[in-house]
């Protein structure tokens, strides 16, 4: 007969599967621009799906930048929450990642690490701040492109208070992976 207490309690977590997901997000956003500026380029404005559906690249970063990085940021956020639950550390509280207002009128404070999470958690929406840029063609011609600036802005409700928080998502990979780091 075994023993209950022998075995782990809850999740297993495997830091590799988060060092991923904060990879993967932090490409996102680094390659965001000179992925706007490729595709501000004719040889490179079109894809043809694996559906065999024609659309432009901005169309194809629009769609599927926005979808993978709304699961990577939960996913951090998630498991990031997890971790400092199960550590005696308190690393998440110290760790600025962007700026909050709560409530809304509010002075903006900043935004530590763990209200990142808590807020990415319960985010009534979450919207990617895009830039223009322009990039100069051959013939001296200059055309603008559309990219995402590596900042998130948040929204949502505690209680019956609007908030809203900008968060910087480099200071957010950078603090998750601290919370790994010192997690063991």
């Given amino acids: 007969m075994s023993n209950i207490s022998d075995k782990p309690v809850g999740y297993k ?19 965001s621009k000179p992925l706007a ?6 040889a490179y404005s079109t894809l043809v799906t694996a559906s065999k559906h024609t659309q432009t690249m901005k169309q194809a970063q629009d769609r599927h930048f926005k979808l993978n990085a709304v699961h990577s940021i939960l996913y951090i956020a998630g498991m990031s929450r997890i971790i400092e ?3 005696e550390k308190d690393l998440l509280r110290i760790k600025k990642c962007g700026y909050l207002f709560e409530p809304i009128n509010s002075d903006k404070r900043d935004l530590t690490f ?9 985010a009534k929406s979450i919207d990617f701040l895009e830039q223009k840029t322009f990039f100069n063609l051959s013939g001296g011609k200059k055309i603008e492109a559309v990219y995402f600036e590596a900042e998130v802005k948040l929204c949502g409700s505690k209680g019956k208070k609007e908030w809203k ?5 480099v200071e957010f990979c950078r603090a998750s992976l601290e919370t790994v780091r010192y997690s063991y």
């Fill in 165 to 169: 928080a900008v968060l910087d998502v």
């Fill in 114 to 122: 763990r209200e990142a999470c808590n807020k990415i958690i319960h």
């Fill in 85 to 87: 639950e199960r550590s």
């Fill in 13 to 31: 977590f495997d830091s590799d599967d988060l060092t991923n997901e904060v990879y993967a997000l932090l490409c996102m956003f680094l390659a």
């Fill in 37 to 42: 500026e490729l595709a501000s380029k004719k």
